[in-house]
């Protein structure tokens, strides 16, 4: 049975007010301290490792639930320096490239059905 994950799709846009010698991206680890610390309360976990693709920066969680994992998917697009423009993906483990599924915008209200 295919296994629910949620891709985070991130502008990748780097993070305004840096000098030339900075880190443009410095929200990705912020995104993936954040899911870090998920992995620790359980009902949502990072499924892989994010990566790149096009102009996006993709994450991956995965979970019991489609509402917990939109919960955490909108937190991320909330984080004070994540571009905005992030948007989900509801898909599954055996999808055969990124981008397959369903789009949910985000962040999503706290009232939002799934």
Known sequence: MPKMVLEIHVPLAAAPGLTDDEYPFPW???VQDFLA???EQGDVQEYDDG?????VYIFFITGSSERALLRVASEVAALDR???GAFAMVTDDEAEEFGMGRR???PRS???AS
């Open 28 to 30: 990705i680890d912020d």
């Open 37 to 39: 610390d998920l992995d």
């Open 51 to 55: 990566e790149e693709d096009g102009n």
């Open 82 to 84: 994540v571009p905005a």
């Open 104 to 106: 949910v915008a985000l």
């Open 110 to 112: 706290p009232t939002s």
